[in-house]
């Protein structure tokens, strides 16, 4: 929700890609991290946002570490900022782990040889 990029670049790429593709051709699904301000960054904060913004894709929320910054998933994933995508085949193989913006075009030629 505090990442401009992916207010601005992301989340209408996803939300064309779900547009694009029939569910069973394409599972989309957002992922809210937070690195900050955890105490308003919260559920009910996140459920406003997807209301404002009108997503209708499935969004989860991060589990925060103590330890550092980088929520759980983020981690799993070596994910080290957002906007992140993350492209995962049929079998749960990673075919793309992309950091920051990435144009359509680009992320058609990359998706469609996997």
Known sequence: MLCPACVSHGLPQTVKARQLFA???????????VFEHHAVMNA??????IHEYRLTIPIGIDEAQVATSI???MQSYQLN????LILIDRLGHVRLNHLGHIDD????GLSSGS
Do not use: N, R, W
């Not at 569910?23 to 991290?33: D, F, S």
């Not at 075009?105 to 058609?108: E, G, I, S, T, V």
């Open 71 to 73: 929520p759980l998933t």
């Open 105 to 108: 075009m680009a992320l058609d």
């Open 81 to 84: 900022g957002t906007p992140s």
């Open 23 to 33: 569910p069973e051709e394409l599972a989309v699904i957002g992922l809210h991290t």
């Open 44 to 49: 009910a904060a996140l459920e406003l946002f």
